[in-house]
């Protein structure tokens, strides 16, 4: 049990999973500090209020803070920019080189051999040394 638990965890994908949560994790604060020193100003410079979540509606007796899901949808988009810019697309590029160079240090692979062009190979190798396949002494 223990064993196979060791194996799950050891797994690339795991730790994989288990960086980009702590990435995540610490790039919420770069996030919102982004949002509370520049987006927030902004924000208050067009729509006269302190923050987004300042920004509400009433609706009868319901009050509707639609200033907090622009906030999350910024805040979404800077994280998603982020990862994309600095973390996809260089992988991206270093996978692309890896495989070009890989594949510059290979010949190209040959069609696979069929029954026809073994039969052919054979049938020219028989006609260049002018014989008809039969015993020869």
Do not use: C, W
């Amino acid at each position: 049990m223990i064993k196979g638990f060791k194996e799950f965890i050891m797994r690339g994908n795991v730790i994989d999973l288990a960086v980009a949560v702590v990435i995540g994790a610490a790039f919420t604060s770069v996030v919102n500090a982004i949002v509370e020193g520049l987006i927030n100003p902004l924000i208050s410079l067009l729509f006269k209020a302190d923050s987004l979540n300042d920004l509400t509606f009433k609706l009868g007796t319901a009050t509707f803070a639609y200033g907090s899901i622009i906030g999350a949808v910024i805040s979404f988009l800077a994280v998603a920019a982020v990862v994309y810019f600095v973390f996809v697309m260089p992988m991206n590029h270093f996978k692309e080189r890896a495989e070009a160079k890989r594949k510059a240090g290979q010949p190209d692979p040959e069609e696979p051999e069929t029954e026809l062009t073994v039969l052919a190979q054979i049938r020219d190798l028989l006609a260049e040394r002018g014989g008809t396949g039969a015993h020869r002494e």
